[in-house]
């Protein structure tokens, strides 16, 4: 807790201030110099603290909030209560080392998922030049500053609609795009039948269970880019179980390895015949050795002794 707080003289000449109600320009005055703010403008302020501290009502306390946020005089996060007083390092500047670290320590203490710390991070990093840059580390991409609420609405449904845009193409066929505006009902249909497919389908039918998740996203993106539909998946997985049944199962590729791979696409390859199975250096079973005696005996012309009894010609 600071023992003062430095307001310049132009606070009550700027505009802003003068666009302000007088509850604004009181609340405003509040966050520069209350006992709980700090030396980097951003610090937890419930709106029982400062109802109890103005001796306002909780009502009048938020009204004043909301019309801070609205002239981008200050900004809040609603969940945590987190205020940031945007300029406040313009007027008041980090002028040593010695408050940069101090500065840096009160930094680290902001809750890291909230929107106003990348804020923080740009002004510490242009007006506080004494600020260990390194603490910054992780917060360069940064949202414009100064936004009141309209603007950030009119970004956020921005987002939504590139979102849905981006969405639209990717489930577009080659000869008619889905359109928009019928891609939300269609999507969360298509969606809802993928997943059911991948578990109760693919994922039964592949022989290697492992990465599931991975596995459940790849297949995903497959079938809504159209490059395969769910049945030559489903296919393509029964026949690879086939051929890799009695194999050594280190070797059988990850089902999201697999599916990358196109392997979908792989022609199974010819039968083998039994005596080659036989000849590839296997460990025999007692019925094997028997088998390949008997298959044998035409061309040695004996009888080969086995694990067990001698088989006649």
């Known amino acids: 807790m600071r023992d003062y707080g430095k307001v310049h003289t132009s606070f009550w000449t700027s505009s802003t201030t003068r666009a302000m109600s007088e509850d604004g320009r009181a609340l405003a005055l509040y966050l ?12 937890r302020l419930p709106d029982g603290y400062v ?5 306002w009502s909780v009502e009048r306390v938020s009204e004043g909030f ?6 981008g005089f200050a900004a809040r996060d609603k969940g945590s209560s987190w205020v940031f007083i945007r300029l406040f390092l313009k007027w008041n500047l980090i002028e040593n080392p010695n408050q940069g670290a101090s500065a840096a320590k009160l930094f680290k203490m902001v809750p890291d998922d909230i929107h106003q710390k990348r ?21 360069e991409t940064l949202p414009e500053p100064f ?7 009119e970004r956020e449904q921005e987002q939504e609609e590139e979102q849905e845009r981006t969405i639209s193409r990717v489930l577009e066929s080659d000869e008619e795009p889905i359109p928009t ?21 693919f994922w039964p039918a592949y022989p290697r269970k492992d990465d599931k998740g991975r596995a459940r996203k790849v297949f995903l993106a497959v079938v809504r880019a159209k490059k395969a539909t769910v049945a030559e998946l489903v296919n393509g997985a029964m026949r690879y179980a086939a051929e890799r049944e009695n194999e050594d199962p280190k070797y059988t590729k990850q089902p999201a390895t697999w599916l990358n791979a196109e392997a979908w696409l792989n022609v199974a390859p010819p039968a083998v015949p039994a005596t080659s199975r036989m000849q590839s250096g ?13 298959l044998s005996y035409g061309l040695t012309q004996e009888a080969p002794y086995v694990d067990g009894p001698v088989i006649e010609g």
């Open 32 to 43: 520069l110099t209350s006992p709980h703010s700090n030396q980097i403008g951003c610090f």
């Open 51 to 55: 109802a109890d501290d103005l001796q």
């Open 66 to 71: 909301a019309e801070l946020f609205r002239n």
């Open 119 to 139: 804020e923080l991070a740009r002004a510490l990093r242009e007006f506080a030049p004494k600020f260990p840059v390194g603490v910054l580390n992780g917060f």
């Open 147 to 153: 936004r009141n609420q309209e603007q950030e609405q």
């Open 181 to 201: 505006s019928a891609s939300k009902p269609q999507m969360k249909a298509e969606a809802a039948a993928f997943e059911a497919a991948f578990e109760e389908e």
């Open 282 to 294: 296997q460990p025999r079973s007692r019925s094997q050795s028997a088998m390949a005696g008997i």
